[in-house]
């Protein structure tokens, strides 16, 4: 059992920063790998970056590698998500999930999700 918990989101001018945290507790082999999705209206839900948290390797969808960072800070059982040069098209609702395996960026293939954490950007 995982529980998953975001924050740090926030409304903010184009062109600024934020940087997104997820807290964990539960089982330490129920989150082996963690990512970060996000979901506007009107669009699927897009995978942005993958942790493993034992090894910390991690992947990056192509069309965000430029301007986010993911990391892990395993003694607070901690994820972040570190976006630059917010856009408008950035605002979405950011999801951060679980699961007990190797990395996928399948979301139906994770077990745990928190509640979302809100980025607005405005213009």
């Known amino acids: 059992q995982v529980q998953l918990l975001e924050s740090g989101g926030d409304s903010v001018q184009a062109g600024e920063s934020l940087r997104l945290s997820c807290a964990a507790s539960?089982?330490?082999?129920?989150?082996?790998?963690m990512g970060w999705f996000r979901r506007s209206p009107g669009k699927e839900r897009e995978g942005l970056a993958l942790?493993?948290?034992?090894?910390?390797?991690?992947s990056y969808a192509n069309s965000v590698k430029d301007r986010f960072t993911i990391s892990r800070d395993n003694a607070k059982n901690t994820i972040y998500l570190e976006i630059k040069s917010l856009k408008p098209e950035d605002t979405a609702m950011y999801y951060c999930?679980?699961?007990?395996?190797?990395?996928?960026?399948?979301?139906?293939?994770?077990?745990?999700w928190g509640q979302g954490t809100q980025v607005t950007v405005s213009s």
């Open positions: 942790i493993r948290t034992d090894t910390g390797d991690v």
């Open positions: 999930a679980a699961r007990g395996r190797s990395c996928t960026w399948s979301p139906p293939d994770f077990d745990y």
């Open positions: 539960g089982s330490t082999y129920g989150r082996k790998c």
